[in-house]
């Protein structure tokens, strides 16, 4: 008997996790998609694209398609006119590890001039980025840089702590490609949820470090 019921809990808080999963994985979605942009021509004009981080090479030693497709975006972006600068925000573990200067040299390599760039080496988690970039870059909107994902996630964010975000969607990777980080960012999607329940704020809230741009 007890052993049934035990099962029985098993059963409940499993059916309880995924049911929590798929509401948050719901709400973070229907609450974004109205600001997100596939087209570049349709992205309305902000100053600051917010470039979100990630490693120049994935796991098994080659290019990350994440990475390469998230700099075409932001090339574009500058091309199209649809922003004046880019803020790369990435983590910076540690020496050997350093998002925003890989992008930087990948941006640079792409025609990007420097005084169009800024980095933001405290950008551990999608949360400190978007709040940094209001607070710490003084940016109150900005159009976010990732894959459609990753930018539900960061603009659903950005627009609950009142920062008027958009995002422009970095083409995606192949079906398969990214098994892992699906998986990672399904649990991203409930842990925001308590995150914004508990305002937490970021790792580094940091001086202002205003952005210094012309007029529009």
């Known amino acids: 008997m007890r052993a049934r019921t035990w ?10 996790a995924c ?3 798929a509401w948050c994985d719901a709400r973070v979605r229907r609450s974004s998609a109205p600001h997100l942009y596939d087209r570049v021509q349709d992205v309305p004009m902000n100053r600051v694209a917010v470039l979100l981080g990630t490693s120049a090479r994935s796991r098994g030693g080659g290019a990350n398609l994440y990475f390469t497709n998230r700099i075409a975006a932001a090339v574009e972006l500058l091309k199209a006119g649809r922003v004046q600068h880019i803020l790369i925000s990435g983590d910076n573990r540690h020496a050997s590890y350093n998002e925003p200067i890989a992008m930087r040299r990948a941006l640079l390599a792409a025609g990007v001039d420097s005084s169009r760039i800024t980095l933001d080496y405290a950008g551990f988690r999608t949360l400190d980025s978007m709040v940094r ?9 900005f159009t976010v840089v990732s894959q459609r994902f990753h930018n539900e996630r960061a603009v659903f964010l950005a627009r609950r702590m009142g920062i008027a975000a958009v995002g422009y969607n970095a083409a995606d990777v192949p079906e398969g490609y990214g098994r892992l980080t699906a998986l990672r960012e399904m649990l991203a999607r409930v842990k925001l949820h ?23």
């Open 194 to 216: 308590f995150d914004l329940w508990a305002g937490v704020g970021p790792h580094f809230p940091g001086p202002p470090e205003p952005i210094p741009l012309p007029a529009p």
């Open 133 to 141: 970039a209001r607070d710490v870059f003084g940016q109150p909107g």
């Open 19 to 21: 049911a929590l999963i």
């Open 7 to 16: 099962s029985l809990v098993g059963v409940l808080l499993v059916a309880g």
